[in-house]
């Protein structure tokens, strides 16, 4: 394989239009947050380099151990490999590396420091910032402010860090003990943790705007959101937030032997699989209490509680994750799709039955999120407990009198989406208190952008542009990374987990791929940061001929040969960035291709007689050599 040395395989390309085609081109690691380079670490796992995966899995990510189990993956929605079968297993793939050199693997604190991203060179002057809330966007910004060599305290008014990771997804998903790792991997950096101080007590914002250089406010948004419906107000209706914070912090609660859920999300099935799970007690001191003991086929058969969920949505519509929804089901949760609710009737001031309509549309001509259920249409489930898993809200009180900052109709921050910062200098806000309820992942990148902004505020220093490096592959002969076996007809892997019998509480239902499955897994990926690049050089003779060949051999029909007065819309041929473009002569012909439905197989390349088709890599400049390897048999 040609070195970066080897001119002309290998050249520097930084020209912003060429870029923004590149990242466009692969859709994973555009659709994440925090750019994780997903198609990477998926290739090194399937040449079984699981340490390098791990590193660049965990350079742009100080929460990766968390994302390999609990992540929303939307690379793997945005995931090219599932317009030919099914996505990848990014995340599950994350998880197999995390578990070989992430922070449950028990691996030394400096081992990992020497692989997270440094967002910028410690600063000379360093600044004290003060962060609100414990949760991934406070803590990720504490992270990449120590990294910059600045000093940073997060305040938090519960007792134990993590906010929502810890707060409201359940130990069957999320280990405790590694979400306890990865925070005191941050704190061992030197980020100091005040815990159980309430900001709006003892201290207040405006003490913290006074004895901080900036301030960082991430509190979440921790108070669930009501119906205005008939009923809410009756004993035995609760918010899923209240029903999660509670189970999982231990604190005493009661929930009857029939619930429903209202919701279609994620964290409807979390409320619904937490409370078949649950003992059901109001006593802290039992010892059904604590999600400890109970599975779920336990709690059916001995406990007999039933738990249903309502959603508005149709089974493909609903936005929970499918795994969810499958492994709700395995555990005994019913559902039911596009009903929704009218009204909680009660018996004596307390619940009795969930009232539903059944739900005519959820969507609008637009597809706009706009529900209307069908009158007369009335069934009722009768229950003791209503969860209504429909939405969070913030809380800004604890910002007090005078905050100065301006707020949206929402009740959320207002802040510059480039930088996050607020209408008050030197304060910044991100994750759920500045954008509503989001996913971990988005949480994270919030912090890692704030953490950038505030070390801009204090040093007045910004970051170069990024650089990258090109790679020419040879592309005659099968002996190249596109020609290795048939990857296009490798079927997607079944994540493996427990039996449902064996579904305590805190027993993580999804097992870590072995290694066997994790390498097949990673082998379907389509390498997106590799593409087809036509271009001709006339004294080389690699000027197109017209053949067809790269047509013909194409598997996908993606590209095509046609004549440039078809490409005209308003009489003039114009160049990609809009300029005019006149040929003397006859008006010739421009191949086109289509790169979302582009497999790599590099066939085309290989087809055509004049060299004019090349596969070409763009990588980071400091990925560079691991992603050599990624192309590198073993």
Known sequence: MPSENDAPQWWKGHDAENLRYYASNVPCQAACPVGTNAGGYVALVAQGRYREAWSLARAPNPFSSVCGRVCAHPCEAACRRGAIDAPIHIRALKRVVNERFGVESGIAFEEIAAVAERPREKAAKPGRVAIVGAGPAGLACAHDLVLMGHHATVFDAAKVAGGMMRMGIPAYRLPRDLLDREIEFIQWLGVELRL?????????????????????????????????????????????IDLLVHVNLGLPIEIGRRVVVVGGGNVAYDAARSSRRFGGTSSPDEEAHNLAVDAAVVAARVLKREVTMVSLE??????????????????????????????????????????????ARVFDENGRFAPILTPGSEKDIPCDTVVLAVGQIADLGFLGDGHGLATTPQNLIQVD?????????????????AFGPRIVISAVADGRKAARSIDTFLTGRGDAPPRYRLQVFPTFGYDHPFARGDYERIPRAQLPAIPVERRTPAAEVERVLDDAEARAEGSRCLHCWVNTVFDSVGMNGSECIQCGGCVD??????IDLVSLRRLSSDGVLRLPDGSPFELSGQPGAALIKDETACIRCGLCARRCPVGLITMQALYREDQAPLMRLAETSL
């Open 196 to 240: 159980g101080t309430p900001i709006g007590g003892e201290v207040t914002f405006a003490q913290l705007m006074r004895e901080f250089d900036a301030v960082f406010v991430a509190p979440g948004c921790r108070r669930g959101k009501a119906l205005k419906i008939p009923g809410v107000e009756l004993q035995g209706v609760l918010t899923a």
């Open 417 to 433: 989406p480039a930088t996050l910062a607020t209408s008050r200098p030197g304060v910044y806000a991100g994750g759920d208190v």
């Open 314 to 359: 149709s089974r493909t519509e609903m936005p929970a994750d499918p795994t969810e929804i499958a492994e709700g089901a395995e555990e005994g949760v019913t559902l039911f799709n596009r009903r929704g609710p009218k009204e909680i009737v009660g018996e004596g001031g307390r619940v009795t039955a969930l009232r539903t309509l059944d739900v």
């Open 553 to 558: 051999v194409c598997p996908e029909q993606c």
